[in-house]
T-cell receptor, first 111, second 113 residues
Framework: DAKTTQPTSMDCAEGRAANLPCNHSTISGNEYVYWYRQIHSQGPQYIIHGLKNNETNEMASLIITEDRKSSTLILPHATLRDTAVYYCIVRVNDYGQNFVFGPGTRLSVLP | NAGVTQTPKFQVLKTGQSMTLQCAQDMNHEYMSWYRQDPGMGLRLIHYSVGAGITDQGEVPNGYNVSRSTTEDFPLRLLSAAPSQTSVYFC????????????FGPGTRLTVT
């Protein structure tokens, strides 16, 4: 699986959009980009995933660059409850593949 | 649905003791896995299973055993606990056709003294 690089930490004002970047310059053509988050010490929670098109769901939007070497997770209106560690993961979408969670980005939403 | 449940929530062991961490899911998911998370670190895969009777090793399998006799249960056994196994352990499950969305349990915090 391709490796990812994320900033260690970020701050965001409550109500503003949080934009979390991820670099995955060695991504292969069949690898997807996944985002999970972990609030306090709870189990990680799935947010969104995509291959090459931008994706949006009720939680967030995922913007993947045309060359697929980087992506951005957007939380459109961050709340205090969005304070968490966010993980960007790249892997093949295959049941035999496992998730490799790196250190992630610690997002702090400030009042 | 209860989702993914793990017991116990907390456990303290002495070096050399053995124990089993329990994981169960009621969503009929074929895929289940165990991760450990050390302080300030991401998760690392220990073992996984794609169905009853089928298990395989992940990134850090040494010192741990698993079995999958039913779809619902995936216990993790520590054979001889060591201080290096002090960690938080997470169990996860997903349908085979939707492996992008893993459902994680609440975790077991294990301390080995």
């Amino acid at each position: 699986d391709a490796k990812t690089t994320q900033p260690t930490s970020m701050d965001c004002a409550e109500g503003r959009a949080a934009n979390l970047p991820c670099n995955h310059s060695t991504i292969s053509g069949n690898e997807y980009v996944y985002w999970y988050r972990q609030i306090h010490s709870q189990g990680p929670q799935y947010i969104i995933h995509g291959l090459k098109n931008n994706e949006t769901n009720e939680m967030a939007s995922l913007i993947i660059t045309e060359d697929r070497k980087s992506s951005t997770l957007i939380l459109p209106h961050a709340t205090l409850r969005d304070t968490a560690v966010y993980y960007c993961i790249v892997r093949v979408n295959d049941y035999g593949q496992n998730f490799v969670f790196g250190p992630g980005t610690r997002l702090s939403v400030l009042p | 649905n209860a989702g993914v449940t793990q017991t116990p929530k907390f456990q303290v062991l002495k070096t050399g003791q053995s124990m089993t961490l329990q994981c169960a899911q009621d969503m009929n998911h074929e895929y289940m896995s165990w991760y450990r998370q050390d302080p300030g670190m991401g998760l690392r895969l220990i073992h996984y299973s794609v169905g009853a009777g089928i298990t395989d090793q992940g990134e850090v399998p040494n010192g741990y055993n698993v079995s999958r006799s039913t779809t619902e249960d995936f216990p993790l056994r520590l054979l001889s606990a060591a201080p290096s196994q002090t960690s938080v352990y997470f169990c996860a499950s997903s349908p085979l056709g939707q492996s992008y969305e893993q459902y994680f349990g609440p975790g077991t915090r294990l301390t080995v003294t």
